[in-house]
Each structure stands twice: as structure tokens, then as C-alpha cells.
């Protein structure tokens, strides 16, 4: 795990470079942090997919069997994630077209 300098948040790699998650400084990514993300990598697919920000829903399939928790609209875009091993099921992750409201679900 890596902070800013500038502003103690978190930092995430983009392509070998550490961005802070919140002003947007870069830095380099130090040697100790980048042993540690290998490691855990396989660990973290789940985290990963859920916080990108650049996950694209507008054009998924389109689930009306939801209701949004935060507007309660009843229509999401979708998409099914293998996040575990083969022998778990997937996860749905859904993005609330009226508000934009995002959540996942265990089938
Ligand atoms: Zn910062
Ligand atoms: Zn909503």
C-alpha cells in the first residue's frame, strides 16, 4: 500500500505509476508496495472490478427483475463476473439506469 505525499490518500497503480485516488499526484511506485500487489493479485479481482470507476454498463443486457435500493427504479444494466474460483458461482453487477446507483449480487 502506497500514500500521497501531498494528501495522505491512497494510491492506486495505472500501468506501473502510483495516482493518487484523490488529487491525482503520481508517484513512483516503490519496490516493497509492488512485491505485495503481485502477491495478492489473484485475491483481488473482486475489489478491483467493483471499484473501477471506467467500468462500462450503458449498453449491457438490461435486467428489469431489480429494484434500485436507492431510487427504486426497476430496471439495471448487468454484467456476470466469474470473481472466484470455477466452482462458486458468479457474481451479478448491476448499474440502476434511472440514478446510476451501483450494487452487486451473489446468485
Ligand atoms: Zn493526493
Ligand atoms: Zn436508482
Redesign the pocket.
Known sequence: MQF?D??G?MMRNEDGVMV?T??G?TQARDEEAAEQFVSTESQTDADVIESDPDANFEGKPTSTDVTCDECGHGEAWYTIKQTASADEPPTRFFKCKECGYRWREYS
Open positions: 500521497c501531498d494528501c490518500s493518487c484523490n488529487c499526484a
